[in-house]
């Protein structure tokens, strides 16, 4: 009997991680193009908001990287959140350098609501353009076609939502590849299943819609007061195959300063992964199933290989240990021509090994978040 279960979860697992690996990432891994007309004579005003707290030494660095954007029409509207260093004296500084900066300061958050989102109401609200473009403040466009592609779906092709992809800077040291690793596999996700017609969640580091919609729909109404949320809750709550695209184009990603230490990284993804559980219960279904036929694959892999290694049965041995090695071969080659295809860089080192390692990484970490109640913006 426990043989056959051993089977039942191996086989299961390979089955189910082909079909995503395959024909739901391989949406992404092998994606055409672009297809949005960028280059549209439709150049509507765009706002850039930024919620800030605390960013001195960041939006130092952000605000003039902006405004070297190409598009004719846009400002720039910062969210001083409860900031207690230089913040507020830079932004005055800076907004008589550049016309096309403003301001505006929160000193309180009312109790009923969390910062972040109470913060971005406030700048969206008072923004001037309709379309609205958010990034935080620790991100940088990669290139200065930012806003003129992110903004495409929604100012030439009446969409919604435009939904693109914030990656964070390659540095030395296993905790980077880490974050490279889970950054892929994250976007892999949310651009598969959105080029898909399905979109379920977005990243609020790059992500556009309009103002009329955000207003119409009374902001973030029934999400007030869960902490984050404010990029995947919402999209979760009303995008859809016809109203959202996927921005998939290099020239339209930020890329934002990874953490620097485990303890500063298990604290931010706590907080990204508690909102999952708010998802409706379909679109957990779009994780879960590929995160549970990922655990039978290893539980019902490492079982056989130990058993047959146990029984001596070598023949066995060799078909479950070649069944494995090309299920890790295919996860390579799908997340390095995703890689290619999202960001243009080399993928992360060491894939098969950070798969494995994933298994006890989402378990762990989901449970603590999904239970977790000290969770916070900050």
């Not at 949310?190 to 969640?201: A, D, V």
């Not at 694959?297 to 041995?317: K, N, Q, R, T, V």
Request: glycine share 6%; hydrophobic share 40%; with cysteine.
């Amino acid at each position: 009997m426990g043989l056959f279960l051993l089977w039942l979860f191996f086989g299961i697992g390979i089955l189910v991680q082909v079909v995503y690996l395959l024909f739901i990432f391989g949406k992404t891994a092998f994606y055409p193009g672009n297809k949005s007309q960028s280059t549209s004579p439709n150049e509507e005003g765009v706002t850039v908001v930024i919620c800030a707290h605390n960013e001195f030494s960041n939006l130092k660095t952000l605000i003039p990287k902006i405004f070297e954007q190409d598009y004719p029409v846009f400002d720039v509207m910062v969210v001083n959140d409860r900031s207690s260093d230089s913040t507020k004296r830079l932004l005055e500084k800076m907004m008589e350098n550049y016309p096309k900066l403003r301001s505006v300061t929160v000193k309180y958050t009312p109790a009923h609501v969390t910062a972040k989102k109470y913060a971005l109401t406030l700048g969206i609200k008072v923004a001037k353009n309709d379309i609205i473009l958010l990034t935080d403040a620790d991100c940088l466009p990669q290139t200065d076609q930012w806003i003129r592609k992110m903004t495409a779906p929604v100012r030439n092709h009446n969409k919604t939502f435009a939904v693109g992809f914030s990656g964070y800077e390659q540095k030395p040291g296993f905790l980077n590849n880490w974050i490279q690793f889970e950054t892929l596999l994250t976007a892999l996700y949310y651009m598969s299943f959105g080029l898909w017609r399905r979109p379920f969640m977005a990243i609020g580091r790059n992500l556009c819609y309009r103002k009329e919609f955000f207003m119409e729909v009374k902001a973030f109404k029934g999400l007030w007061h869960i902490e984050g949320g404010d990029d995947d809750l919402f999209i979760n709550q009303y995008a859809s195959g016809r109203n959202t695209t996927i921005v998939l184009d290099p020239d339209a990603n930020t890329i934002s300063k990874p953490k620097e230490t485990k303890k500063e990284y298990l604290v931010q993804k706590k907080r990204h992964m508690h909102a999952g559980k708010y998802y409706r219960s379909e679109d957990k279904r779009k994780i879960g199933l590929y995160t549970f036929s990922h655990a039978l694959f290893w539980i019902g892999g490492i079982g056989l290989l130990i058993y047959f290694g146990l029984a001596e049965s070598w023949e066995h041995f060799s078909i479950v240990f070649g069944i494995i090695l090309l299920r890790s071969i295919l996860v390579v080659r799908i997340f390095k021509a995703a890689e290619r295809k999202i960001q243009g860089t080399k993928p992360p080192k060491n894939i098969w090994m950070l798969d494995f390692l994933y298994l006890g990484y989402f378990w762990i970490l989901g449970t603590i978040s999904h239970q977790a109640k000290d969770i916070q913006w900050k």
